[in-house]
């Protein structure tokens, strides 16, 4: 029986997930949309996970968790650990690639720049708060524009001036990319522009402050888009590496961290995700001045886990 480890990561946009075996390789994948529904994405990544394995053979012995809805996902799969997104990212792009300096990702709805030395990573920040120039900003300029996002990359390198856009605002930069359609632009020149506004709002806003020193490494979602790639290398003048798997580094350092769960600690997943309804429930606590909104996960009729209090006093005890 070949024991092996799996890293489920799941965002506000997409979920990932990967099955890796005791010498970290990945033997299974998969990369769904979450479509609103965070533990009916996470069973279906479970489901196609298992689908590219053969489950007599290969036993899953640990789980990690990581991404918004880490600790959710993470009730429903029992899993040993659950991490945040940073510290996934880290992990993952530091097993492939030792000697990266700065890891750039950018999701569906947010991005992080993690800045690494000696293999730790010793300073971040976060963008969460406008969803401009990420995937769900790229994609909705795609629907507008009448071409599906997965060609953006391939049509902005063949554009000669893109145009400027203004992306600090996702407002903002649609009525500008209305405008440039108004006055003649190519749709060539204005997905290369969009492609520009990424990279450049990305560096004024999460990279502000921050010293980015090759190697580089970009992943997420949007790092499949080669006209940000490109534009990025040339804002930063400098390579910037993508991994074949960096949409999924996020669930391979999860996968990894699980792999390091003691062997005390771990046990058999059964891959057993839809025999079961798993359903949350929110309870506001009255005991104190916070009146706490405390989330409570139910594995058909049993308490499986429960947070969000601030004090002793809001603590709902697990099987009760």
Known sequence: MIEAYLGVDTGSISTKGVIIDADKNIIARS?????????????????????QIDTSEVQVVSVGTTGSARRLVGAMLDAQVIKN???????????LHPDVRTILEIGGQDSKI?????????????????????????SSQAHRLGVEVEEFGAIALSS???ANIAARCTVFAESDLVHKLQVGYSKEDIIAGLCRAVATNYLNNVGKGKKIVAPVVFQ?????????????????????LVDPDGH???????ALLAADV????????AFDVDDFEFRTREVVCNRCANHCEIICVYKDDDLIDSWGNRCDRGAIRVGK
């Open 31 to 51: 990369y769904l949309w979450t479509e609103g529904d965070p533990t009916d994405a996470a069973r279906r990544v479970v489901d196609e996970l298992a689908s």
């Open 85 to 95: 997104e940073i510290t996934a990212h880290a992990v993952g792009t530091t097993f």
């Open 160 to 162: 000669k001036k893109p």
């Open 248 to 254: 999924l580094m996020g669930a391979f350092g999860a």
């Open 262 to 269: 003691p062997t005390s600690q771990r046990r058999p997943f």
């Open 114 to 138: 993690i800045c690494v030395e000696g293999g730790i990573a010793v300073d971040y920040a976060m963008n969460t708060l406008c969803a401009a120039g990420t995937g769900s900003f790229l």
């Open 220 to 240: 997420g979602g949007v790092s499949k888009n080669i006209g940000v790639v490109r534009a990025f290398e040339d804002a930063l003048g400098m390579e910037v």
